[in-house]
């Protein structure tokens, strides 16, 4: 049984190539983090070697172990905390497959993160996908698949999972999750169309605490001094070098912050995101023109832009907190 919800064509396009035995040697899985591609993925891996009669079952001896991370044929590789993949890396996956499968029907290769592998890695992955062995699938998942090489996406086909409408993850949260109503509200909200993350915030409560720490010191720069705003930009450039995927998301926490700025602005404040944060986000709308936030809404998407190319992220940083406008916020 297919666990991804909200993607209906993709699944019926895998149910289709699994059915008439045409699966590819290589998939792209694209879309923005949380949508269901690691879930995907390991669903497919379970397809692929499933021993029941409606693939994947989930409850066969293989698909346990493929969901439990034990299965020898079905090996994932990832980012975690470093900053890009190697090519050491690659090359023990190539190994791998050109070994015969060894407890099950075909190997799989999960790639996640697959737009940072490093120049090296990626020109290694290259070379085998354009001679793919045997009885072997590759799952390349990707947010920005403008990173990776156009040949090595020219080699994959492409699944594009997109992010489910509002109302839709906010029934799910109160029908299947049982959430009261203003927590599938915020959920849903929060998680711009990703069920993965609002499930996340629902079993974890540290996620919904680090984003309001987060907010609040986001909210507090406009009135900080520039030694305090340069200081926080060495911070996140110190951590960036360590790991991406923080910083990552405290510019997406950040582009939600200015987007409903300007939505309040234009007076559409029932379409922000932070709806928790709607008087705090009124207050501070006060003291900022329309232009001014569109032009920094500008700055801080060409920022996160300079990053994902490798611009130094301490300069980036410290450009963006140049470009922020000073105002004092006017309380009620």
Known sequence: ??????????????????????????????????????????????????????????????????????????????????????????????????????????????????EYLSTEAANSLLKILEEPPPRVVWLLLAVEESRLLPTIISRCQRLELKPMPFEQIQQILIGSYNVDLNKAKLLARLCRGCLGWALSALGDEEILKQRSEKLT?????????????????????????????????????????????????????????????????????????????KKFLANLRQGQEGISKNVNPRLAFEWLMLKLPRKEIIHA
């Open 217 to 293: 010191r986001l909210s507090s720069l406009t009135t900080a001094s520039l030694e305090q705003k340069f200081a926080y930009a060495r911070e996140l450039a110190t951590q960036f070098s360590q790991n991406r995927r923080p910083v990552t998301e405290v510019m997406e926490i950040w582009l939600s912050w200015w987007r409903d700025l300007m939505l309040i602005k234009g007076g559409c404040k029932e379409a922000i995101t932070n709806i928790d944060y709607e008087m705090v986000l009124e207050n501070q709308a006060k003291s900022l023109t329309l232009n001014e936030i």
């Open 1 to 114: 049984m297919w666990q991804v919800i909200g993607q209906d064509k993709v699944l019926a396009l895998l149910e289709h190539s699994l059915k008439q035995s045409n699966i590819a040697h290589a998939y792209l899985l694209v879309g923005p983090p949380h949508v269901g591609k690691k879930t995907l993925a390991l669903n497919l891996a379970q397809a692929l070697n499933c021993n029941g009669s409606e693939p994947p079952c989930g409850q066969c001896h293989s698909c346990r172990r493929i969901i439990e991370g034990k299965h020898a044929d079905v090996t994932s590789l990832g980012l975690d905390s470093k900053v890009e993949i190697g090519i050491d890396e690659i090359r023990e996956l190539q190994h791998l497959a050109n070994l015969p499968p060894y407890e099950g029907k075909c190997k799989v290769f999960i790639i996640d993160d697959a």
